[in-house]
């Protein structure tokens, strides 16, 4: 079983950045799908970011792109995202996830369904003055 372990959450102005990291132990190499979720207070999940091993595409929703990264480091099995300019509206408690990909699996429809098996406890991200 896949486990999960998100950190590098915390409080930041606006503006700012931070970087979360989701560290992976356990049968990592049966998954080839990666994605960051968040959830504010209210709010529905949404998939923020998610990447595909299988052939190296990656998903952003609207939102976050062009200030949020998302990359992974097979040796290390860690899977990052880099979040820069964030905003206010950016502050949720963010989660990893992973699954295996079947190959007809169109990454964008399942980061956005958050159709993930393995999830992470989630990192606290707030952004304020």
């Known amino acids: 079983q896949l486990q999960l372990v998100e950190s590098g959450g915390g409080l930041v102005q606006p503006g700012g950045s931070l970087r979360l990291s989701c560290e992976a132990s356990?049968?990592?190499?049966?998954?080839?799908?990666i994605g960051w979720f968040r959830q504010a207070p209210g709010k529905e999940r949404e998939g923020v970011a998610c990447?595909?091993?299988?052939?190296?595409?990656?998903y952003y929703t609207p939102s976050v792109k062009g200030r949020f990264t998302i990359s992974r480091d097979n040796a290390k099995n860690t899977v990052y995202l880099q979040m820069d300019s964030l905003k206010p509206e950016d502050t949720a408690l963010y989660y990893c996830?992973?699954?295996?990909?079947?190959?007809?699996?169109?990454?964008?429809?399942?980061?956005?369904?958050?159709?993930?098996?393995?999830w992470g406890q989630g990192t606290q991200v707030t952004v304020s003055s």
């Open positions: 996830a992973a699954d295996n990909v079947p190959p007809y699996t169109v990454l964008q429809a399942m980061c956005v369904l958050g159709h993930f098996s393995s």
């Open positions: 990447f595909s091993s299988a052939d190296g595409s990656t």
């Open positions: 356990g049968a990592t190499l049966d998954y080839d799908a």
